[in-house]
């Protein structure tokens, strides 16, 4: 009996002694530490946390980035018979509208072309013409712009169509 009550006491100070240091896994990594490489050089620098899956997955993903996109409609000189200029999905206002007044110009647009332009950014526009004026409007949806372009068209003048409709959006960045 006294060898059992001896070899408890041994037991029972070297558990005590243990105590006072960290407890490593057989790995070399303290407990929720894993080695990420292998074999085990410096168990203190080679050791990461552990990632749970559930920790992992609650990890949102990154939003996508949108880049803005610009349009631009240039109209000339209508008492002439003057052109108009389209541009569509240019990366800024002045790019927009240096393209539409070049080609409102390119087809005998004039002068006019610097004064009756319209620029629009990550939207729809629509262009209406009657006999006697026109009208430009944008939305958020190329049937919301065609509409309210006929509409304001039609409230002014007579025979409008839509001349143009189009769309310049938002672009996601790579």
């Not at 558990?15 to 530490?33: I, K, M, S």
């Not at 006019?112 to 319209?118: D, H, L, S, Y």
């Amino acid at each position: 009996m006294q060898f059992r009550a001896t070899g408890c006491a041994i037991l029972l100070l070297a558990l005590w002694g243990v105590a006072d240091r960290p407890v490593r896994a057989e790995n070399g990594c303290p407990a929720g530490y894993t080695p990420w490489r292998v074999p085990i050089q410096s168990p203190q620098s080679d050791c990461v946390p552990i990632v749970d899956d559930v920790e992992a997955q609650a990890v949102a993903p990154r939003a996508p980035q949108w880049v803005s996109r610009w349009g631009a409609i240039a109209i000339g000189d209508t008492s002439t018979g003057g052109g108009v200029g389209i541009s569509v999905y240019r990366k800024s206002r002045g790019d927009a509208q240096r393209a539409a007044i070049r080609e409102c110009s390119d087809t005998g647009g004039g002068a006019a072309c610097r004064v009756n332009i319209f620029a629009y950014h990550d939207q729809c526009v629509a262009l209406s013409w009657g006999t006697r004026g026109w009208n430009i409007n944008s939305a958020e949806t190329l049937e919301e712009a065609t509409a309210n372009s006929a509409r304001e068209c039609a409230g002014r003048t007579e025979g409008c169509r839509i001349f143009y409709s189009g769309c310049s959006l938002p672009v996601q960045r790579r």
